[in-house]
């Protein structure tokens, strides 16, 4: 399974967060948010939020900017959340970030 989705994040988001911790992060948000009363742009919204507000929680305030890029197929897997944060806890995420 290829899931496509494109992140970029300014270098305060990794002061305090990992890139597992971000992905997770954006799962987590998919799961909660992604609703068929939903449309993609706020769900993308969502998670850039999300994605700030646990860095700032974190102790980070420097250049903390979000571009989340995602595709169709992203949002249509939303039945294989636990699935794939179950793979997100078993790996090492720096290895799926390009």
């Known amino acids: 399974m290829i899931i496509y989705i494109f992140i970029f994040l300014a270098d305060g ?12 992060i954006i799962w987590i948000c998919l ?3 992604n609703k068929k009363n939903k449309n993609k742009k706020e769900v993308t919204e969502k998670i850039c939020n999300e994605i700030i507000n646990k860095s700032v929680e974190m102790g980070s305030g420097d250049n903390l900017s ?14 294989k959340i ?12 720096d290895l799926m970030i390009i």
């Open 66 to 79: 979000v571009i989340f890029i995602a595709f169709d197929n992203f949002f249509n897997n939303s039945e």
């Open 31 to 33: 799961r909660k948010y």
């Open 13 to 24: 988001i990794y002061d305090n967060l990992t890139n597992k911790d971000i992905i997770k």
């Open 82 to 93: 636990d699935e794939i944060l179950k793979k997100i806890e078993n790996k090492n995420c």
